[in-house]
């Protein structure tokens, strides 16, 4: 079965740093491509990193890139967002995404979502 824990979100100031984690089980595929999804109140999630079975990630969110960066060790099941600069426009519920196929960058390419976790970036 196929689950994702998450973990490492929370509240910070602008221009500060907040790394996200996302613990997966073993029976997830490898080979798959895996995301981070942000979704502010009142819209649809939105890609924000992905990384694919290969390793090659990818950043769909312009906003996001150069300052969010994926990460992955399979070593220990889990996937990084390391997130730096932060501005009150990154405040949102942010999820892990497992699974994906297609592109990788909607969210009903992916098949298992962690719970999601609040960031809070005050200015």
């Known amino acids: 079965q196929v689950q994702l824990s998450e973990s490492g979100g929370g509240s910070v100031q602008a221009g500060g740093f907040l790394r996200r984690t996302c613990a997966f089980s073993a029976y997830t595929s490898r080979d798959t491509c895996m995301g981070w999804f942000r979704q502010v109140r009142g819209k649809g999630r939105a890609g924000v990193a992905l990384?694919?079975?290969?390793?090659?990630?990818?950043y769909p969110d312009v906003f996001a890139k150069d300052r969010f960066f994926i990460s992955k060790d399979n070593a220990k099941n889990t996937l990084y967002l390391d997130m730096y600069k932060l501005k009150p426009e990154d405040t949102a519920m942010y999820y892990c995404?497992?699974?994906?196929?297609?592109?990788?960058?909607?969210?009903?390419?992916?098949?298992?979502w962690g719970q999601g976790t609040q960031v809070t970036v005050s200015s």
């Open positions: 990384i694919y079975g290969s390793g090659l990630h990818e």
């Open positions: 995404a497992a699974e994906g196929g297609g592109a990788c960058r909607l969210p009903h390419e992916y098949k298992y």
